[in-house]
C-alpha cells in the first residue's frame, strides 16, 4: 500500500529528543518547549506563543478566550473538523455555518456578513488543506463589527496570504502537529496571539490555572492541556527544516498536477494569485459527470494498492450536532459535493517521485 502521509523523521529529531531525555526535563517545561514556542510564533510573525497537547485542545482555549455567553454566536465553515464547531457548543457558543467556496474550497466570504446578527461575537476561520482563505474581506467585516477572528492554521503551516503567513492575520490563532502534520511533534497544538493579555489567560488555562503566588488557589477552571519538552524538541527539529518540508510539500503537487493536468474527470487543488499553497493534502474532486463518487474512486485507488482519505463531512451534517439541535433542515450545496466527490491521495513527506508517477498513472487509468 502507498500510504497517504507518513512523518519524515530525521536523525536531527533523534538527537534533540534524546538530549532532551537525557537532560531530565521530560514533563512540561524545559528549553525546547521555550524554543518551539517562541521560534513557531516568530516564525509565523506573532508577538506570543503558547504550546498546547493537540489542534483540538488549541481550539478550545482560542474559544475560551472569547468569553462566550450562552447563545453568542461564531462564524465558521461548515466544511472543516469537528474539534471547530465542537469548541464552540462546549463554551456554550452557537457555530454558524458558511458555505465554501467552488473554486479553492475555502469559506465563502460572500455569505459572511448575511450571516452576522447581535449575538455574533467572532469569525473562526479555517485554511482549509493548505491553501489560505481569502483574508482581507474577513478582516475588513470583522473590524466594521467588532468581531474576533479565530485562524485555524492547523493544515497551513508555511502557507501564505498576499506574503503573509496563515496563522499570523487574526487575533487569534491555533496549529496541530500532528503526525500528518507538515510540522510534527507526535501530537501537539499551538494557539498564537497578538495580544499579551490573551497570551497570559491561555498559558493560565493550559495549566489548569495554577497562580505564581498561591499555587492551589483557584480563580476560574483550567484544562491540563500541556505539551512536553519531549514532544517539542521533535518541533524544534522539524522547525528548522521548515523551508524544505514546504518546498517539497510544494514540488510534490507540482509533479501531480503537472500529471494530472489533462484528465478529464477530475478538479485539481488550486492556488490563487493572492495565495502560496502548501498542499498540506493533495485533493481532487471526481467529476460527477463520470458517475462516479469518492467513495467508488476510493475503492478502485485501494484495489491498485493506493491508500486514500475522504474529504470532510460538513459540520451540518452531523448526527451529533442534529441530535443537539443545531443546523436543522440547513443546507450547503458546495461543501456537500465536496463531501461526496473529493478525496485526497498520498502526499506525504515520505512519497519518492516513482510513488507520485505510480499513483498518477493509477489515477489516469480509472478514468480513462
Ligand atoms: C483544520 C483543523 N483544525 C484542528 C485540527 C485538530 O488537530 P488535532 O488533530 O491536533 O487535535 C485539525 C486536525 O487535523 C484540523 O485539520
Not at 462564524?75 to 464547531?85: D, H, R, V, W, Y
Not at 447581535?118 to 482581507?136: C, E, F, L, N, S
Not at 467529476?287 to 451540518?316: C, D, V, W, Y
Request: proline share 4%; with cysteine; glycine share 8%.
Amino acid at each position: 500500500m502507498i500510504p497517504v502521509s507518513e512523518p519524515l523523521v530525521t536523525a536531527r529529531e533523534i538527537e534533540l529528543v534524546t538530549d532532551c531525555l537525557k537532560s531530565g526535563w521530560i514533563s512540561s517545561a524545559g528549553k525546547y518547549l521555550d524554543q518551539f514556542e517562541s521560534g513557531w510564533a516568530s516564525y509565523c510573525n506573532m508577538p506570543y506563543g503558547i504550546a498546547v497537547s493537540n489542534g483540538t485542545t488549541a481550539l478550545q482555549i482560542a474559544v475560551r478566550l472569547l468569553d462566550l455567553k450562552p447563545g453568542d454566536e461564531v462564524i465558521m465553515p461548515t466544511f472543516t473538523i469537528i474539534s471547530c464547531a465542537q469548541a464552540i457548543t462546549y463554551c456554550g457558543g452557537v457555530p454558524v455555518l458558511i458555505d465554501s467556496d467552488p473554486h479553492n474550497w475555502q469559506m465563502d466570504v460572500s455569505q459572511i456578513e448575511s450571516k452576522i446578527t447581535p449575538r455574533t461575537r467572532a469569525i473562526m476561520v479555517v485554511h482549509i488543506y493548505g491553501h489560505p482563505a481569502d483574508m482581507d474581506p474577513i478582516m475588513e467585516i470583522a473590524q466594521r463589527h467588532g468581531l474576533i477572528v479565530i485562524e485555524d492554521a492547523a493544515e497551513t503551516h508555511g502557507a501564505e496570504y498576499k506574503g503573509k503567513k496563515c496563522g499570523g492575520l487574526g487575533d487569534i490563532s491555533i496549529f496541530s502537529f500532528y503526525a500528518n502534520k507538515l510540522v510534527t511533534t507526535g501530537e501537539g497544538g499551538m494557539v498564537l496571539t497578538k495580544r499579551g493579555d490573551l497570551a497570559e489567560r491561555a498559558r493560565s488555562l493550559r495549566n489548569l490555572c495554577f497562580q505564581k503566588k498561591q499555587r492551589f488557589l483557584h480563580n476560574e477552571l483550567g484544562y491540563n492541556f500541556r505539551l512536553t519538552n519531549i514532544q517539542a524538541a521533535l518541533g524544534v527539529a522539524q522547525l528548522e527544516r521548515i523551508e524544505q518540508i514546504v518546498e517539497r510539500k510544494r514540488a510534490i503537487a507540482h509533479t501531480y498536477s503537472e500529471r494530472l493536468k489533462d484528465v478529464a474527470g477530475i478538479e485539481l487543488p488550486v492556488e490563487e494569485p493572492w495565495a502560496k499553497n502548501v498542499y498540506w493534502v493533495y485533493g481532487i474532486i471526481i467529476k460527477e459527470r463520470t458517475g462516479m463518487n469518492a467513495s467508488e474512486f476510493a475503492l478502485q485507488l485501494a484495489q491498485k494498492g493506493i491508500e486514500t482519505r475522504p474529504f470532510f463531512l460538513g459540520m451540518h451534517q452531523q448526527p451529533a450536532f442534529k441530535k443537539m439541535g443545531f443546523f436543522k433542515r440547513e443546507s450547503y450545496p458546495v461543501a456537500e459535493k465536496l463531501f461526496r466527490q473529493g478525496l485526497y491521495i498520498p502526499g506525504g513527506l515520505t512519497l519518492t517521485d516513482e510513488q507520485i508517477y505510480q499513483v498518477s498513472r493509477a489515477v489516469r487509468g480509472i478514468l480513462k
